[in-house]
């Protein structure tokens, strides 16, 4: 079990646990939700640990983090599955957090109201906000029926809207809701009316995905830290007559507070002090991060921070976090830089780090803290993940696949990587400053070519195993035999497709390869050179398989029609080769 101490606001994903291996595919699963459950309780791990034990009971469910915090005794748990696993499974752990957790004893620097304080349902795949809603009121209904908890429901399960923010429901917190839960506005939406001393009462919601954001200042002043994170988020603070803290209190013409709204959008955040870090902290929860999204966050802490005299000096993500936040950031960290933003994702990933300090509390580990890497399936890229000399023996033995369609896939990755590699060269040559963004566009498009090739590479082997797949099926009956033909045919249409999508991207690729051969570092041409004659191989190898595997295929008119468009590729990539190898010879002049 993997656990980590941080500090955290509402929330939210978290560090992956590799426990059991359960395969969660898109297209092979109907729908998939996501349950980020926040008990309060943070210290004691063998609590937490029965908690999600109970979670793990539940077939189709992948629980994939365990966060504990120390400051704020308050656990982020996070789990993925079907919509019914994933609710039978929060049932269970909220009926276990409210065995074992005793809220009167709880003390902790986050507001709080119950053992399993919030419990959000998140739409992943295959299914809507509305559907992910009925099953937060499916479940509500069943903790508030069977155990006897109060339950509010909040965000998109939430008909009334003035009770819908999870900090409205809230306040008052667990102290306040002896009395709060006696109101007629504020009578659960399910369970009983008196308020239970032990587990207090629950919220359960279905929400959009938000990131819980801390960031770290040189200060152990919670009142600046609030004063920052007034600046910056979206409710902003309350406008006063002189003095902006003591000042009275403006208000409108119906009496009610006027407010100065902060800088960001979609963003929650308040300040506060970690002990168990010795620093205050922006705690902020990003809740639409298309609107602004992490770097941009990140940033306007800093430039408030930095107007009242104060350093950022890191940050930290509470959970997991989209693939593309971390991009994102990378990318925007390398404009400010104007160096080219047409570099792996590795080293996109690598630039959000460091630049951002998400490792200044603690290890950072992308692959555990990344939610589309902790989705994959742990087979894929077998072939990719291979060292070079590995890749070469595998395909040097005596089975059948890897074949020239992954090698062909390969070369064609080898081939744009060439000519990305002179395109970032050439952003970065001296006294081609002012060329740098053309460079940078020519860069990104190669990766994006590069990184499309390179999962063909498995694919192409893949396709190959499913071909052998479904020619093993049985044939006894006649009802056997229609269902293997029929998956024959379906392997051999994908075993066609494949090649075929190398092909195209291969001969995209030599667009990019061309440019780099006219434009680029005159130093790197050759290097250009050899990327068109990985290209052209990369397209009539891929071709090759292209026609084998179209040869088992029925449909005559499909097969036609693809036959002919890989000759106008073929000929069309020859031509284009032609044309980068003479610019390149020209240039070489030997």
């Not at 780090?353 to 994959?376: A, C, H, Q, S, V």
């Not at 696949?401 to 040559?429: D, E, Q, R």
């Amino acid at each position: 079990m993997i656990y980590a101490q941080t500090a955290c606001l509402e929330f939210n994903l978290s560090i992956f646990k590799p426990h059991k291996i359960i395969i969660l595919n898109h297209k092979l699963m109907q729908q998939l939700i996501e349950c980020v459950p926040n008990f309060s309780e943070g210290l004691d791990l063998s609590v937490i640990k029965q908690i999600t034990n109970e979670i793990e009971l539940i077939d189709g469910v992948r629980l994939l983090n365990v966060d504990p915090g120390k400051a704020t005794n308050r656990t982020v748990v996070t789990f993925v599955g079907g919509p019914q696993a994933v609710t039978d499974a929060a049932f269970l752990a909220i009926k276990k957090a409210g065995e074992l957790i005793d809220m009167s004893k709880h003390k902790g620097e986050h507001p709080r109201m119950g053992a399993t304080d919030v419990c959000p349902l998140i739409p992943i795949a295959n299914i809507s906000m509305e559907e992910t809603a009925q099953w937060a009121q499916k479940l509500g209904e069943r903790v508030g029926k069977e155990l006897q908890i109060p339950v509010y429901l909040y965000e998109a399960a939430q008909s009334n809207k003035e009770r819908s923010n999870l900090s409205v429901i809230r306040a008052g917190e667990y102290e306040g809701f002896f009395k709060k839960i006696k109101l007629p506005e504020w009578k659960p939406d399910f369970g009983p009316t008196e308020f239970d001393a032990k587990r207090g009462a629950t919220v359960i919601g279905a929400r959009d995905f938000l990131v819980a954001y801390n960031v770290n200042l040189n200060t152990t002043s919670t009142r600046r830290a609030n004063s920052i994170a007034f600046d910056v988020r979206e409710a902003g603070r309350v406008k006063r007559e002189g003095d902006p803290i003591n000042g009275k209190i403006v208000t409108d013409a119906q009496g009610n507070p006027v407010s100065i709204p902060g800088t960001l959008k979609s963003v929650k955040a308040i300040g506060w002090f970690i002990e168990e870090y010795g620093v205050a902290q922006i705690s902020m929860n990003l809740t639409n991060i298309n609107i602004t999204p992490l770097h941009i966050a990140f940033d306007e802490v800093c430039k408030k921070a930095s107007e009242r005299g104060i350093r950022v000096t890191g940050s930290e993500l509470v959970g997991l976090v989209p693939l593309k936040s971390l991009l994102d950031a990378g990318k925007y960290f390398l404009q400010k830089q104007q160096r080219s933003i047409g570099v792996s994702e590795k080293e996109l990933i690598k630039i959000a780090i460091k630049t951002m300090g998400l490792d200044e509390l603690g290890p950072f580990k992308p692959e555990e803290r990344i939610i589309e890497y902790l989705l994959k399936e742990t087979s894929s890229g077998k072939l990719v993940n291979m060292t070079l000399t590995d890749f070469a023996d595998e395909t040097a033995s005596e089975s059948p696949a890897p074949g020239g369609g992954s090698i062909s896939a390969y070369v064609g990755s080898l081939g744009i990587s060439l000519a990305t590699m002179v395109a970032n060269l050439s952003s970065h040559k001296k006294g081609w400053d002012s060329r740098w963004e053309e460079f940078s566009t020519w860069a990104e498009k190669g990766q994006k070519i590069k990184d499309e090739l390179t999962k063909l590479v498995d694919l192409d082997t893949a396709a190959f195993n499913k071909i052998m797949e479904a020619f093993s099926l049985p044939k006894a009956s006649d009802e056997e035999k229609a269902f293997r033909k029929q998956a024959i045919q379906n392997a051999t249409k994908f075993a066609i497709e494949v090649p075929f999508k190398v092909m195209q991207l291969s001969f995209e690729s030599l667009n990019v390869i061309k440019a780099m051969a006219e434009t680029g570092n005159p130093n790197s041409v050759s290097d250009a050179g050899v990327g068109a004659l990985c290209a052209r191989s990369a397209v009539m190898g891929a071709f090759m398989n292209v026609r084998i595997n179209a040869g088992g295929y029925d449909d005559k008119t499909y097969v036609n029609d693809i036959i002919a468009k890989g000759k106008d590729i073929e000929i069309k990539t020859i031509a284009l080769e032609a044309e980068v190898l003479k610019i390149v010879n020209e240039k070489i002049g030997v």
